[in-house]
């Protein structure tokens, strides 16, 4: 067992999904140890600069960028950078000596969760460290499939993807989400509200697809209700492309206040990420999927596969599809509303209410 106060280092970040599910687990670590302390770190530039002390956890940063899908020049200043994230994450496990390590995915939880293996026997701690990983979709990641190897457990949202670690202790837990996301009220159908969120950075595609579909609901306007959440980027442009069709909405950069935009939805347009799924399964809504097709291992259409085949939600290619095709859909949504509702009732399935619990206690298991 950890001692009465043990410290917990949460590592990664880099989007929403991954911060957020380590803000759950960390919460949870809080709920059955009060007083303990909590570090997170992450990478310079990503979004856990904004979301972790907003949360009220301390963070660290080391300078890392990615070595997949970018150009030959970022390659080589990552690995530059890799040696000092190295001791950067060293001096932090030495200045903290954590009883446990949990790596959410992204670059940043690399060089942590490898030197928590390497200096975890001199840290002079009560108890043995202990590391794990969280693998939060259908296909893991490249980041978890190295640090699978270092890790004392690998724990997974998915019944199936642990046969891909295969020689790895794997458990499944599904895929913590933040406490404010909770089982929400069936939601008017009238206004029929629907809800565009790209997750925390945007979504310039799928943007386009619900812009391209705005002209082809003219009859629907007096029914439909639009929340967008654009990222930073397209903003303007989205904004313009309502404006455009005549078509008035809450047009936001960012929403910090998800829940209670997911409680007014009626229905969901979104991507695949598995957070975004979780979060989706947590309070019941109805969803058009549009998977990011250039998610690494095309993870995102896999996990919306998932959902589909239970029929808990649609999907939408973005390379292979247009306005008039999504506007079809949100069409049948809203006409028929008996299918929405079936699309509630199985995509609570995926709901494991408990998951951040049921990490915490297999980090305070034994190895």
Same mark, same amino acid.
């Given at each position: 067992?950890?001692?009465?106060?043990?410290?917990?280092?949460?590592?990664?970040?880099?989007?929403?999904?991954?911060?957020?599910?380590?803000?759950?687990?960390?919460?949870?670590?809080? !709920?059955?140890?009060?007083?303990?302390?909590?570090?997170?770190?992450?990478?310079?530039?990503?979004?856990?600069?904004?979301?972790?002390?907003?949360?009220?956890? @301390?963070?660290?940063?080391?300078?890392?960028?990615?070595?997949?899908?970018?150009?030959?020049?970022?390659?080589?200043?990552?690995?530059?950078?890799?040696?000092?994230?190295?001791?950067?994450?060293? &001096?932090?496990?030495?200045?903290? &000596?954590?009883?446990?390590?949990?790596?959410?995915?992204?670059?940043?939880?690399?060089?942590?969760?490898?030197?928590?293996?390497?200096?975890?026997?001199?840290?002079?701690?009560?108890?043995?460290?202990?590391?794990?990983?969280?693998?939060?979709?259908?296909?893991?990641?490249?980041?978890?499939?190295?640090?699978?190897?270092?890790?004392?457990?690998?724990?997974?949202?998915?019944?199936?993807?642990?046969?891909?670690?295969?020689?790895?202790?794997?458990?499944?837990?599904?895929? @913590?989400?933040?406490?404010?996301?909770?089982?929400?009220?069936?939601?008017?159908?009238? @206004?029929?509200?629907?809800?565009?969120?790209?997750?925390?950075?945007?979504?310039?595609?799928?943007?386009?697809?619900?812009? #391209?579909?705005?002209?082809?609901?003219?009859?629907?306007?007096?029914?439909?209700?639009?929340?967008?959440?654009?990222? #930073?980027?397209?903003?303007?442009?989205?904004?313009?492309?309502?404006?455009?069709?005549?078509?008035?909405?809450?047009?936001?950069?960012?929403?910090? #206040?998800?829940?209670?935009?997911?409680?007014?939805?009626?229905?969901?347009?979104?991507?695949?990420?598995?957070?975004?799924?979780?979060?989706?399964?947590?309070?019941?809504?109805?969803?058009?999927?549009?998977?990011?097709?250039?998610?690494?291992?095309?993870?995102?259409?896999?996990?919306?596969?998932?959902?589909?085949? &239970?029929? !808990?939600?649609?999907?939408?290619?973005?390379?292979?599809?247009?306005?008039?095709?999504?506007?079809?859909?949100?069409?049948?949504?809203?006409?028929?509303?008996?299918?929405?509702?079936?699309?509630?009732? #199985?995509?609570?399935?995926?709901?494991?209410?408990? !998951?951040?619990?049921?990490?915490? !206690?297999?980090?305070?298991? @034994?190895?």
């Amino acid at each position: 067992m950890l001692p009465e106060s043990p410290t917990l280092i949460v590592t990664g970040g880099g989007t929403g999904g991954h911060i957020f599910a380590g803000i759950s687990i960390a919460d949870a670590w809080q !709920a059955k140890y009060p007083g303990a302390r909590i570090v997170f770190v992450g990478a310079e530039g990503g979004l856990e600069e904004k979301l972790v002390p907003r949360a009220g956890y @301390p963070l660290e940063l080391v300078q890392l960028g990615s070595l997949k899908h970018v150009s030959i020049g970022r390659r080589l200043k990552t690995l530059v950078q890799i040696p000092l994230s190295l001791l950067k994450a060293a &001096r932090i496990l030495f200045r903290e &000596r954590p009883q446990a390590v949990i790596g959410v995915g992204g670059y940043a939880s690399g060089p942590v969760v490898l030197m928590a293996r390497l200096v975890g026997p001199f840290l002079r701690s009560r108890v043995a460290l202990r590391i794990a990983i969280v693998e939060q979709n259908a296909v893991p990641g490249f980041t978890n499939r190295l640090l699978a190897r270092f890790a004392h457990l690998v724990l997974c949202a998915f019944p199936g993807i642990e046969k891909q670690f295969r020689g790895r202790p794997t458990l499944i837990t599904g895929n @913590p989400v933040r406490k404010e996301i909770a089982p929400a009220a069936p939601a008017a159908r009238e @206004p029929f509200t629907v809800f565009v969120t790209g997750g925390s950075q945007g979504a310039l595609g799928m943007n386009t697809l619900v812009i #391209e579909a705005l002209p082809h609901l003219q009859d629907l306007k007096p029914r439909l209700r639009f929340i967008h959440q654009t990222g #930073e980027k397209d903003f303007e442009r989205v904004r313009a492309g309502y404006a455009k069709a005549g078509f008035e909405g809450r047009i936001e950069k960012f929403i910090y #206040e998800m829940p209670a935009c997911y409680r007014q939805a009626s229905l969901v347009v979104c991507r695949a990420g598995s957070s975004t799924l979780a979060e989706l399964a947590a309070v019941k809504r109805a969803a058009i999927l549009v998977p990011l097709p250039t998610a690494a291992d095309n993870h995102q259409e896999m996990n919306a596969r998932l959902f589909v085949d &239970r029929g !808990a939600a649609r999907i939408v290619l973005q390379n292979r599809s247009n306005g008039e095709e999504m506007a079809r859909l949100i069409r049948e949504m809203v006409e028929h509303p008996d299918r929405i509702a079936r699309m509630e009732s #199985e995509i609570s399935v995926f709901y494991r209410p408990n !998951a951040a619990k049921d990490v915490v !206690a297999a980090l305070d298991a @034994p190895k």
